[in-house]
């Protein structure tokens, strides 16, 4: 299994952007997902998560800006940012939980990170 993120880039005080990350490989059943960011010298936290249902729950610093959606069929999530500030800068992750087989457990893969930069 694989998760392949992208979608991250430079951009100016204001602006958006929209992150994607796809699951590819051996996959039976795809779970919640989620988006993390981590920024320089700081510990990774939680953006934005959704489940295979569509429920979503957010960071109290991205509620309004960012919307975090999955398209099942392609098995893929994404996350539109919006008003973006200088404090969102970071490298932002993805995360899955993946059945790979049929009565295996749920199992937690990552994506690599994809750098997004907020200049002011």
């Known amino acids: 299994v694989q998760l392949q993120a992208s979608g991250g880039g430079l951009v100016q005080a204001g602006g958006s952007l929209r992150l994607s990350c796809a699951a590819s490989?051996?996959?039976?059943?795809?779970?919640?997902m989620g988006w993390y960011r981590q920024a320089p010298g700081k510990e990774r936290e939680l953006v934005a998560t959704i489940t295979s249902g569509g429920r979503t729950n957010y960071a109290e610093s991205v509620k309004g800006r960012f919307t975090i959606s999955r398209d099942n069929a392609k098995n893929t999530m994404y996350l539109q940012m919006n008003s973006l500030k200088p404090d969102d800068t970071a490298f932002y992750y993805c995360n899955a939980k993946i059945v790979t087989r049929w009565g295996s457990r749920e199992n937690v893969y990552w994506g690599q990170g994809t750098l997004v930069t907020v200049s002011s």
């Open positions: 490989g051996s996959i039976f059943r795809l779970n919640a």
